[in-house]
């Protein structure tokens, strides 16, 4: 009879406190062996004991809160020598082959360590634990030690150099650890970088400038943040000229979850503050409390907001001293990518700030604020980075063995994928890659993954366009390395994102997707956006959806909503000139715009539904000049919409054939002579009606009982629960842990690429 057991770990149990934990319940129940971290996750040998049973139930049931396992697996062991105690024996050697933690917010044990006096860590802004802090974004090689961190430059003092090495301690083997003796330090400075004041003189200064209405640029941990006093009109409006971003919603951070009420309109606190206090701390969407502590100008015209609570000690202080909600929005220059170095900083926001409030501790992995929709209890994913990246998901059945593989992504909204033993690694959000500063992060952040998961991939997967940057990287990368280059349409990869992320096997049959959002290339070069497809991971088959118009100017349609009515009514309504919207259309240019679309001229075809939302919110009355962020009109649109209090009206959009029916919809639409916001609720529900049809058509013709809903036009929240509505009949997926637009898209091309072989 065996004399001992071996018990293997596997999932998120490195860097995170996962080894005292194991030896301090060990201790607990008087058991001798020991623990280690080796290629594969965590080892752990127990000299048999009647206690081994209490052990393992409890090794999972109080696993510490950064910590996840996947599995455990436990095989006899013979000890030579048994031990007389419990240690921690040193990692074994090999590729790393476990989880990388994503960063996360402070725990409550430091909080409360850093606003109490006399505390040696007492308001340091650096404060962290094996339970909270920077992971991620200060990894530069794995293995993860603090050489090959961020935190090399900072050589531990006795003090923390003995919390570091105590099992006992939650510092042990805390990567970050540090204290105002011997780690980073913060200060404040002017535009020329001349240093104002240090550490708590700093943070004083730059909440008084706060206070005052001035803006300051706040370095975090994945990147810096432009900050202003929330609750003033002024300083508000100031940061938006001096940013140009006249419209957009700017996100909002309270100094604690009190202010929640103030500013956020819910029935329930406890999703939202529950989803707000998480290790993750996303920035959260939700109802905008009209008329309380945030001034009009965080988000005007829009019915939402994003609030989130401080994620790091420096923001804990900065929130603590300025005694008010402050606007943390992306610290870029209009058109450039987020600033992650302090000479970046200065030079890039030059004349956007008023002040910096900077730090040594340099930020290696670029990581955004998440944002996460709130609503109804349930979240639903808008934007994945901080907090989030990068865990990874476990693939679908048929997946477990799949070698590795690349996926580059889309272009905008850019995200890319490592798919390999069974687990996909999907990146943090990059952005949009025709910026050029952009595209050099993504190609950086790619090397890191890469060296951080000893990752050399055996194909790569592209998005069909042609155009695409990704693309091109992705045949040049294939090229080079000799290996499969597997083209993936746009849409289909919509799906099999969703799919995966439901766990959907390989060989589960088709499912019915319907895949709304801007554009996307589509079958024989076609540009798709509003779709019926039946699809499951290898291939899809195009069933319907909305009818191709023609996008005036091809981009310039995506920015002036009125061109895409313009398409819309020369296609589908006659008399469009005696129509009131008429009369907003440039009359200088519509001869050659006219002439140009039906001469095929820089007006491409499209089924886009995000254009057809352009289309009604211009007739409507938004945007219908230039939209000054992505999505503006139709946002403005579904916010008018939910103030509908008519259920019924007589606008439909029914099907010919497999194609939604524009010309009734926009004759009937026309002629519904109501209230605006009940015209925009029409639209919406005609749009699900018929969309919902069609689904249903397909599903019953394929003896399917599915049904997909994705693309970036699925984050609208009336036309997301109008759809579920018009199809309880069947089973519908949507995404929730990745976003519905292009953020998910890398997974489907990887899965999709995988399945092809």
Same mark, same amino acid.
């Given at each position: 009879m065996s004399n001992g057991i071996r018990i293997r770990v596997k999932g998120k149990v490195q860097g995170v406190g996962f080894r005292p934990y194991v030896w301090q319940l060990a201790h607990r129940h008087q058991l001798c062996g020991n623990v280690s971290n080796d290629s594969a996750g965590v080892l752990i040998h127990l000299v048999m004991s009647p206690q081994v049973a209490s052990f393992l139930d409890d090794l999972t049931r109080e696993c510490p809160p950064l910590a996840h396992i996947d599995s455990i697996e436990s095989h006899p062991y013979e000890w030579e020598q048994q031990p007389a105690d419990f240690s921690i024996a040193h990692s074994g050697a090999g590729a790393m082959d476990t989880q990388v933690v994503p960063d996360a917010a402070t725990c409550p044990?430091?909080?409360?360590?850093? @606003?109490?006096?006399?505390?040696?860590?007492?308001?340091?802004?650096?404060? +962290?634990?094996?339970?909270?802090?920077?992971?991620?974004? #200060? #990894?530069?090689?794995?293995?993860?030690?603090?050489?090959?961190?961020? @935190?090399? !430059?900072?050589?531990?003092?006795?003090?923390? %150099?003995?919390?570091?090495?105590?099992? %006992? &301690?939650?510092?042990?083997?805390?990567?970050? !650890?540090?204290?105002? &003796?011997?780690?980073?330090?913060?200060?404040?400075?002017?535009? +020329?970088?001349?240093?104002?004041? =240090?550490?708590?003189?700093?943070?004083?200064?730059?909440?008084?400038?706060? /206070?005052?209405? =001035? #803006?300051?640029?706040?370095?975090?941990?994945?990147?810096?943040?432009?900050?202003?006093?929330? !609750? /003033? =009109?002024? %300083?508000?409006?100031?940061?938006?000229?001096?940013?140009?971003?006249?419209?957009?919603?700017?996100?909002? @951070?309270?100094? &604690?979850?009190?202010?929640?009420?103030?500013?956020? /309109?819910? !029935? &329930?606190?406890?999703?939202? #503050?529950?989803?707000?206090k998480s290790a993750a701390a996303p920035i959260v969407l939700l109802p905008l409390q009209r008329g309380g502590a945030l001034c009009d100008a965080i988000a005007p015209g829009l019915s939402e907001v994003g609030l989130m609570l401080p994620a790091n000690p420096l923001q804990h202080l900065l929130l603590a001293l300025s005694g008010r909600p402050l606007v943390m929005t992306s610290g870029n220059a209009s058109g450039k990518p987020p600033a992650l170095t302090n000479a970046q900083a200065l030079d890039d926001l030059n004349g956007l700030a008023d002040l910096w409030l900077l730090h040594n501790r340099d930020i290696v992995q670029r990581a955004d604020d998440s944002l996460v929709r709130c609503h109804d209890g349930a979240a639903e994913m808008l934007r994945r980075a901080r907090g989030y990246v990068p865990d990874a998901f476990t693939l679908p059945p048929g997946f477990e063995h799949q070698p590795a593989l690349l996926a580059m992504g889309a272009d905008l909204k850019n995200t890319f994928c490592l798919l390999r033993d069974g687990y996909a690694i999907v990146s943090q959000h990059l952005g949009d890659l025709t910026d050029s500063d952009v595209e050099q992060q993504y190609q950086n952040a790619i090397a890191l993954f890469e060296d951080i998961y000893r990752f050399t991939p055996t194909a790569i997967a592209v998005d069909a366009h042609p155009g695409y940057i990704s693309h091109r990287l992705g045949h040049q990368r294939a090229d080079i390395a000799g290996i499969a280059c597997h083209e993936v349409l746009h849409h289909h990869a919509h799906i099999a994102a969703c799919l995966a992320e439901h766990g959907w096997p390989r060989n589960a049959g088709p499912v019915v997707g319907l895949t709304l959002d801007g554009i996307g290339y589509g079958e024989k070069g076609q540009w798709w956006g509003g779709e019926c497809l039946l699809a499951d991971y290898r291939s899809c088959f195009h069933r319907g959806g909305l009818p191709a118009v023609a996008l005036p100017g091809a981009d310039l349609a995506a920015r002036q909503p009125w061109r895409n009515l313009l398409a819309q009514w020369l296609r589908f309504v006659p008399d469009w000139r005696g129509q009131p919207q008429a009369a907003n259309f440039p009359q200088h240019a519509l001869p050659l715009l006219i002439k140009a679309i039906e001469r095929g001229v820089q007006s491409p075809y499209s089924s886009s539904a995000g254009r057809l939302f352009d289309a009604v919110a211009a007739a409507t009355g938004f945007g219908v000049r230039e939209q000054s962020w992505e999505g503006e009109a139709a946002c403005q649109l579904e916010t008018l919409a939910w103030q509908s209090d008519v259920q019924s009206h007589p606008v439909s959009m029914p099907l010919v054939g497999n194609l939604l029916d524009l010309e009734t919809f926009w004759h009937e639409w026309l002629a519904y002579q109501a209230a605006p916001a009940r015209r925009a609720h029409a639209f919406h529900v005609a749009l699900a009606q018929g969309l919902a049809a069609l689904a249903r058509q397909v599903a019953r013709e394929e003896n399917t009982h599915t049904i997909v809903l994705s693309g970036g036009v699925l984050h609208n929240r009336l036309l997301s629960t109008l759809l579920r509505q018009e199809l309880t009949d069947f089973t519908v997926l949507q995404p929730r842990r990745l976003p519905a637009g292009d953020g998910g898209l890398s997974l489907g091309q990887a899965l999709i690429a995988a399945a092809r072989g």
């Amino acid at each position: 009879m065996s004399n001992g057991i071996r018990i293997r770990v596997k999932g998120k149990v490195q860097g995170v406190g996962f080894r005292p934990y194991v030896w301090q319940l060990a201790h607990r129940h008087q058991l001798c062996g020991n623990v280690s971290n080796d290629s594969a996750g965590v080892l752990i040998h127990l000299v048999m004991s009647p206690q081994v049973a209490s052990f393992l139930d409890d090794l999972t049931r109080e696993c510490p809160p950064l910590a996840h396992i996947d599995s455990i697996e436990s095989h006899p062991y013979e000890w030579e020598q048994q031990p007389a105690d419990f240690s921690i024996a040193h990692s074994g050697a090999g590729a790393m082959d476990t989880q990388v933690v994503p960063d996360a917010a402070t725990c409550p044990s430091c909080l409360q360590e850093l @606003m109490t006096p006399g505390n040696r860590r007492y308001h340091y802004p650096f404060i +962290n634990c094996t339970h909270c802090g920077p992971r991620f974004t #200060i #990894i530069r090689h794995m293995p993860y030690d603090r050489p090959n961190t961020a @935190m090399a !430059t900072f050589p531990l003092c006795s003090p923390c %150099a003995a919390e570091y090495q105590n099992p %006992a &301690d939650r510092r042990f083997h805390a990567q970050p !650890t540090a204290c105002p &003796d011997c780690g980073p330090h913060a200060w404040v400075c002017d535009a +020329n970088g001349n240093a104002l004041a =240090q550490g708590d003189a700093a943070l004083e200064l730059a909440a008084r400038a706060l /206070q005052a209405g =001035q #803006i300051v640029a706040v370095k975090g941990l994945g990147g810096f943040h432009l900050a202003c006093d929330a !609750t /003033q =009109q002024h %300083a508000v409006e100031q940061l938006r000229l001096r940013k140009h971003r006249p419209g957009k919603p700017l996100a909002v @951070m309270l100094p &604690d979850e009190h202010w929640l009420s103030r500013c956020a /309109q819910l !029935t &329930d606190e406890t999703p939202a #503050i529950n989803l707000m206090k998480s290790a993750a701390a996303p920035i959260v969407l939700l109802p905008l409390q009209r008329g309380g502590a945030l001034c009009d100008a965080i988000a005007p015209g829009l019915s939402e907001v994003g609030l989130m609570l401080p994620a790091n000690p420096l923001q804990h202080l900065l929130l603590a001293l300025s005694g008010r909600p402050l606007v943390m929005t992306s610290g870029n220059a209009s058109g450039k990518p987020p600033a992650l170095t302090n000479a970046q900083a200065l030079d890039d926001l030059n004349g956007l700030a008023d002040l910096w409030l900077l730090h040594n501790r340099d930020i290696v992995q670029r990581a955004d604020d998440s944002l996460v929709r709130c609503h109804d209890g349930a979240a639903e994913m808008l934007r994945r980075a901080r907090g989030y990246v990068p865990d990874a998901f476990t693939l679908p059945p048929g997946f477990e063995h799949q070698p590795a593989l690349l996926a580059m992504g889309a272009d905008l909204k850019n995200t890319f994928c490592l798919l390999r033993d069974g687990y996909a690694i999907v990146s943090q959000h990059l952005g949009d890659l025709t910026d050029s500063d952009v595209e050099q992060q993504y190609q950086n952040a790619i090397a890191l993954f890469e060296d951080i998961y000893r990752f050399t991939p055996t194909a790569i997967a592209v998005d069909a366009h042609p155009g695409y940057i990704s693309h091109r990287l992705g045949h040049q990368r294939a090229d080079i390395a000799g290996i499969a280059c597997h083209e993936v349409l746009h849409h289909h990869a919509h799906i099999a994102a969703c799919l995966a992320e439901h766990g959907w096997p390989r060989n589960a049959g088709p499912v019915v997707g319907l895949t709304l959002d801007g554009i996307g290339y589509g079958e024989k070069g076609q540009w798709w956006g509003g779709e019926c497809l039946l699809a499951d991971y290898r291939s899809c088959f195009h069933r319907g959806g909305l009818p191709a118009v023609a996008l005036p100017g091809a981009d310039l349609a995506a920015r002036q909503p009125w061109r895409n009515l313009l398409a819309q009514w020369l296609r589908f309504v006659p008399d469009w000139r005696g129509q009131p919207q008429a009369a907003n259309f440039p009359q200088h240019a519509l001869p050659l715009l006219i002439k140009a679309i039906e001469r095929g001229v820089q007006s491409p075809y499209s089924s886009s539904a995000g254009r057809l939302f352009d289309a009604v919110a211009a007739a409507t009355g938004f945007g219908v000049r230039e939209q000054s962020w992505e999505g503006e009109a139709a946002c403005q649109l579904e916010t008018l919409a939910w103030q509908s209090d008519v259920q019924s009206h007589p606008v439909s959009m029914p099907l010919v054939g497999n194609l939604l029916d524009l010309e009734t919809f926009w004759h009937e639409w026309l002629a519904y002579q109501a209230a605006p916001a009940r015209r925009a609720h029409a639209f919406h529900v005609a749009l699900a009606q018929g969309l919902a049809a069609l689904a249903r058509q397909v599903a019953r013709e394929e003896n399917t009982h599915t049904i997909v809903l994705s693309g970036g036009v699925l984050h609208n929240r009336l036309l997301s629960t109008l759809l579920r509505q018009e199809l309880t009949d069947f089973t519908v997926l949507q995404p929730r842990r990745l976003p519905a637009g292009d953020g998910g898209l890398s997974l489907g091309q990887a899965l999709i690429a995988a399945a092809r072989g």
